[in-house]
């Protein structure tokens, strides 16, 4: 071969493995592309969080607290996920309120959200009360949530001013917070609750611990090899 056909050679079969390189790097690009189609992280700034800040793993769940399904998740799934990731200080856990049942949605995610705002210290033990005054589900159409109910619920809490907490709830003066919560569900396509949101990935049946036990894993062990 003569040396200028080589270095045609050459050269045709640099342009070649450029040309694959290119086309590697547009496939892998399309494929990180489609990752971050699925994954939208939730913004949980001033949202109330139990768990360690820098926890490598945000779990958040869309929740009613006129929602049957949303009191069984806190009954059975919830307790699991703390006690295997939240103290472990992998997870950290934040809750937005979705209001799909009407006015007693609404006034429940008030008065969270002004215990929130006046005894955050309180905020979570104050969230699982309200859900234990949820009846069973067969009668949860029934109107159970009032503000006396919210005032007898907080009334348990000694550090709570209750007088306070009636003006907080009678002049709706949460109304900012829960429309924040309003705008996220709906930035995030929540049609059913609870949604529960990890590291921005929405998990399909949020009753499947294995499924979120695969998922933070998962996100761990991307977190340990970065
Ligand atoms: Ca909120």
Redo the contacts with the bound molecule.
């Keep these: 071969m003569k040396k200028s056909s080589m270095k045609f050679v050459v050269i045709l079969t640099l342009v070649a493995v450029a040309l694959l390189a290119a086309i590697v790097i547009v496939n892998n690009n399309q494929i990180s592309d489609e990752l971050e189609d699925v994954r939208l992280d939730v913004n949980i700034k001033?949202?109330?969080i139990i768990g360690e800040d820098n926890a490598p793993v945000t779990v958040v769940e869309f929740g009613d607290f006129k929602c049957p399904s949303c009191k069984a998740w806190g009954e059975t799934i919830y307790p699991q996920l703390v006690e295997e990731y939240v103290l472990s200080g992998d997870v950290k856990f934040s809750?937005?309120?979705v209001l799909f049942h009407g006015e007693e949605s609404t006034l429940a995610?008030l008065g969270a959200?002004a215990v929130?705002k006046l005894n955050p210290e309180v905020y979570w033990d104050f969230h699982e009360k309200v859900f234990a005054n949820q009846p069973e589900a067969a009668m949860h159409d029934d109107v159970w949530v009032t503000t006396e109910k919210l005032l007898e619920i907080a009334s348990e809490f000694p550090s709570i001013n209750q007088e306070q907490l009636k003006e907080n709830i009678d002049q709706e003066l949460t109304v900012d917070?829960?429309n924040?919560?309003k705008n996220l569900y709906m930035k995030h396509k929540v049609t059913q609750t609870p949604t529960i949101n990890i590291n921005g990935i929405t998990i399909k049946n949020p009753f499947d611990y294995e499924e979120i036990k695969e998922i933070i894993d998962g996100e761990l062990g991307a977190n340990k090899n970065e």
Excluded: F, S
Aim: without cysteine.
């Design positions: 001033g949202q109330p809750y937005i309120n995610a959200e929130y917070e829960v924040i919560d």
